[in-house]
């Protein structure tokens, strides 16, 4: 049978998890054989850099950049993506058109010396790319030696066998896809460690004006996922920028309203503001733009400028 969808996707496994499990909600809804489809792998900057963190060699379009220009070019027709990778400004004519019901979006840790970072040996290292995640370690045990732990769920994994930190921190989301559930010793609460926006979100971009594909999305398009990412995505972009500071933020939808929980807090963990709104689901993007603006009012405008 002739290729109906090429689907572009990183070569990790988690996101070749991804990619097929897009695949498989895509041949439900439409009754189509797995022979339409072709999966297309594409390396991106963000793999193929791992000796310095992400914020350091060009932020989170390293993970899109060339999965995108293979878009753009006709060469596959969706990517997809981890929504938490996207960033905020896509390139022009394309668009963030469908996202598949939303995973759990707790962080799990992954202990070695102890199942929970609060049962952690005093100074003990513990291993995270992530400047949310670094920062929020801080913010828990300012005494831990939180060290860069980049690479793919198994390559973190294997670092630890390796004795190169006491524990790391996983997307709990990216494990569950990946059948790994079983090596977390912790979940970690929402309100204590709460997740990066778009955390455990499959997000799927097309090119712009691409009907046919976007008929074909509609039916597997999860519309509380798309309000949720659309809030804590107005929130990120309205603070992101060029600065580095770490942001957190999740909206959660119960009955037609939304309620947001957005929090920046200082890459050493020791300054930190929170804010709380709700309201309806189909003012997503409104609540998350005016978080933005309260946090960034209670931070002021040095806050930001710290830490570049």
């Not at 895509?26 to 489809?37: D, K, Q, S, V, Y």
């Not at 006709?74 to 996207?86: E, F, L």
């Not at 045990?141 to 066998?161: A, I, Y």
């Not at 009955?255 to 709700?278: K, N, R, W, Y």
């Amino acid at each position: 049978m002739q290729t109906i969808l090429r689907i572009g996707t990183r070569g990790s496994p988690l996101a070749l998890a991804q990619a097929q499990e897009t695949q498989a909600r895509l041949m439900a809804a439409h009754g189509m054989p797995a022979e339409a489809f072709e999966i297309v792998v594409i390396s991106t900057s963000g793999d193929r850099i791992q000796d310095r963190p992400l914020s350091e060699a060009g932020g989170k379009g390293l993970f899109t950049k060339e999965i995108e220009e293979a878009l753009l070019a006709g060469r596959i027709d969706i990517a997809v993506h981890s929504s938490k990778d996207m960033p905020t400004q896509l390139p022009d004519g394309l668009e963030l058109s469908a996202f598949l019901p939303r995973e759990d979006a707790r962080d799990a840790f992954v202990g070695r010396a102890a199942k929970t970072i609060a049962d952690l040996p005093q100074g003990a290292k513990v291993g995270s790319s992530s400047l949310r995640r670094q920062a929020l370690i801080r913010r828990m045990r300012p005494d831990l030696d939180v060290v860069m732990f980049r690479g793919n769920v198994q390559t973190r994994l294997r670092k630890l066998d390796e004795g190169v930190a006491a524990g790391t921190i996983l997307a709990y989301a990216g494990l569950k896809r990946l059948g790994l559930e079983h090596v977390l010793t912790d979940l970690i609460p929402l309100d204590i460690f709460p997740p990066a926006p778009g955390q455990g979100a499959i997000g799927i971009e097309t090119r712009i004006g691409d009907s046919d594909v976007e008929k074909m999305l509609v039916a597997i398009h999860d519309v509380p996922t798309g309000q949720a990412l659309a809030c804590e995505r107005a929130f990120l972009a309205a603070l992101d920028g060029s600065c580095r500071t770490p942001i957190a933020g999740y909206a959660a939808i119960v009955a037609g309203m939304l309620s947001f929980a957005g929090l920046i807090i200082s890459p050493d963990g020791t300054q930190s503001h929170a804010v709380e709104l709700q309201g309806p689901a189909q003012d997503a993007a409104r609540i998350g733009a005016e978080s933005a603006r309260t946090v960034r009012a209670r931070a002021g405008e040095k806050f930001f400028d710290g830490w570049l």
